[in-house]
């Protein structure tokens, strides 16, 4: 058997960090452990750390992978002669990555508006259940679907909650997909409160003297927090038809498309 080409993708909350290589193939399918091996030659620094593999199935979501049997998977769904792996830092480590522009201070009660740069705590996966929304449970019917996603493997559009998976009600092979493509979290009023923040420091950063006219985003909402206006910059998905981010949800919401920024408001 021919060796098969892998492109690595290691995410981070700063950057996308690509490497490729190849392993040896010499059964049906490529070896997972010789992958993960290889994985750790070529990025020494998560050596040690806890980190998930996964590949995007033909509807865009992430499926994770941590077994043979899960890596025979991904490796059927190539589509090309490369193998695209993403590589993802636990929670602790892609707090420990987050870009730290804003010093933390205490506090000081004599004047509120300094205590506007103290950032907002992260929003992570300990804290709040994933919500796929637009996903109904094709058994039970919850709408939106909560917790893992069970999709099937075989069937055009069958997913089902946790749930009803142990229930056995579909006979097809299925994979699990733990993150949404439209994460919602459980505390928007805190997020309107960081972008609020976030939309702040932008402004300072681009043009301290005019801060009193901010670019104002009108008619443009939040699909995360519902901020409207957006206020600031405004980042816009290029594949999904109609979906934007303010500053702050920018900064905690991981939306696994391309964003495009746009600082003037284009109406």
């Given at each position: 058997?021919?060796?098969v080409k892998?492109?690595?993708?290691?995410?981070?909350?700063?950057?996308?960090?690509?490497r490729?290589?190849?392993?040896?193939n010499?059964?049906?399918?490529?070896?997972?452990?010789t992958?993960?091996?290889k994985?750790?030659n070529?990025?020494?620094e998560?050596?040690?750390?806890?980190?998930s593999?996964?590949?995007?199935?033909?509807d865009g979501?992430?499926?994770?992978?941590?077994?043979q049997?899960?890596?025979?998977?991904?490796?059927?769904?190539?589509t090309?002669d490369?193998?695209?792996?993403?590589?993802?830092l636990?929670d602790?480590?892609?707090k420990?990555?987050?870009?730290?522009?804003?010093p933390?201070k205490?506090?000081?009660?004599?004047?509120?508006?300094?205590?506007?740069?103290?950032?907002?705590p992260?929003n992570t996966?300990?804290?709040?259940?994933?919500?796929?929304?637009?996903?109904?449970?094709?058994?039970?019917?919850?709408?939106p679907?909560?917790?893992?996603?069970?999709?099937?493997n075989?069937?055009?559009?069958?997913?089902?909650c946790?749930k009803?998976?142990?229930k056995?009600?579909?006979?097809?092979?299925m994979?699990?997909?733990?993150?949404s493509?439209?994460?919602?979290?459980?505390?928007?009023?805190?997020?309107?409160?960081?972008?609020?923040?976030?939309?702040?420091?932008?402004l300072l950063?681009?043009?301290?003297?005019?801060i009193?006219?901010p670019?104002v985003h009108?008619g443009?909402?939040?699909?995360?927090?519902?901020i409207?206006?957006?206020i600031?910059?405004?980042f816009?998905?290029?594949v999904?038809?109609d979906?934007?981010?303010?500053?702050?949800?920018?900064q905690?919401?991981?939306?696994?498309?391309t964003?495009l920024?746009?600082?003037?408001?284009?109406?």
């Amino acid at each position: 058997m021919s060796d098969v080409k892998v492109k690595a993708v290691l995410q981070t909350a700063e950057k996308e960090e690509i490497r490729r290589f190849k392993i040896h193939n010499c059964a049906s399918f490529p070896s997972y452990k010789t992958l993960k091996e290889k994985i750790l030659n070529v990025y020494p620094e998560i050596n040690n750390k806890q980190y998930s593999l996964h590949w995007k199935d033909e509807d865009g979501d992430f499926v994770t992978f941590s077994c043979q049997e899960e890596f025979n998977e991904a490796f059927e769904s190539i589509t090309s002669d490369v193998l695209k792996v993403y590589i993802k830092l636990g929670d602790e480590q892609l707090k420990a990555a987050l870009p730290k522009n804003i010093p933390d201070k205490k506090a000081d009660n004599s004047n509120p508006s300094k205590n506007l740069d103290k950032p907002t705590p992260q929003n992570t996966s300990s804290n709040r259940m994933v919500i796929h929304h637009g996903v109904t449970c094709d058994h039970c019917g919850m709408n939106p679907l909560k917790g893992d996603r069970h999709k099937c493997n075989i069937c055009p559009d069958y997913d089902l909650c946790t749930k009803c998976i142990k229930k056995n009600v579909h006979n097809h092979p299925m994979h699990t997909i733990k993150q949404s493509k439209h994460p919602m979290p459980s505390s928007p009023d805190s997020l309107n409160a960081a972008g609020a923040v976030s939309a702040l420091m932008d402004l300072l950063a681009l043009d301290p003297l005019n801060i009193a006219n901010p670019p104002v985003h009108r008619g443009i909402k939040c699909d995360i927090c519902h901020i409207i206006p957006i206020i600031g910059n405004r980042f816009k998905c290029l594949v999904c038809e109609d979906f934007d981010l303010c500053s702050g949800c920018e900064q905690k919401i991981y939306h696994g498309h391309t964003l495009l920024r746009i600082q003037t408001p284009l109406h």
